[in-house]
């Protein structure tokens, strides 16, 4: 099933610094979205880019489509400890049925 | 505006048991789906409905059935049990249409012993 990997797996920084996590995707897509999943708790939707699009912001969100590559990326610039979370990406099929596919996840720990 | 609420929380059941997990939103979104997380598998779709009284199978729907009678409401049922169901369950809507957000429900970790 088509479904996007989030690369790496897991990812440990200090505070302050910037958070790149990447998402590869198999077929061609309308839609990439990113989630994030504090632990125990359900997913948060942060920002959705669209296939015409290269790049988008989101106060210290970065998230960038290579439709070419078929890959995105979302940059956390300025971490803090709060942004500890696993973060999902999300995409559709173009030209087929409604269905939203996650990746795996990375998980981002962001030391104090 | 509770948005997507899930019960329960938890639920142990032994093997061979049936149950229903319950989902409901307030928003009135036409498309609602299940999903299951299992440690370094992501979230996986089971089931999903772009609106009542219309639903279709996602990535694993084995062991599993829905039904949507209302906008409401979207159960997710489990016939017969098994260990490899033990999981963290997710419903989630959204406005038809893959262009905007699933909300999704605060989870139902569920055990099959």
């Known amino acids: 099933s088509q479904q996007g990997e989030e690369d790496p797996q897991a990812l440990s920084i200090q505070e302050g610094e910037n958070a790149t996590m990447n998402c590869s995707y198999k077929?061609?897509?309308?839609?990439l979205q990113w989630y994030r999943q504090n632990s125990g708790r359900g997913l948060v939707h942060l920002i959705l880019i669209r296939s015409n699009e290269r790049e988008k912001h989101s106060g210290r969100l970065r998230v960038t489509l290579d439709t070419s590559k078929k890959s995105s990326s979302l940059l956390i610039t300025a971490s803090r400890a709060a942004d500890t979370a696993s973060y999902f990406c999300a995409t559709d099929y173009q030209g087929g049925s409604e269905k939203l596919v996650f990746g795996k996840g990375t998980k981002l720990t962001v030391n104090p | 505006n509770a948005g997507v609420t899930q019960t329960p929380k938890f639920q142990v059941l032994k093997t061979g048991q049936s149950m229903t997990l319950q989902c409901a939103q307030d928003?009135?979104?036409?498309?609602m789906s299940w999903y299951r997380q299992d440690p370094g598998m992501g979230l996986r779709l089971i089931h999903y409905?772009?609106?009542?009284?219309?639903?279709d199978q996602g990535e694993v729907p084995n062991g599993y059935n829905v039904s949507r009678s209302t906008t409401e409401d979207f159960p997710l049922r489990l016939l017969s049990a098994a260990p490899s169901q033990t999981s963290v369950y997710f419903c989630?809507?959204?406005?038809?249409?893959?262009?905007?957000?699933?909300?999704f429900g605060p989870g139902t970790r569920l055990t099959v012993t």
């Open positions: 989630a809507a959204r406005i038809t249409g893959s262009s905007y957000e699933q909300y």
């Open positions: 409905s772009v609106g009542a009284g219309i639903t």
């Open positions: 077929t061609s897509i309308n839609n």
């Open positions: 928003m009135n979104h036409e498309y």
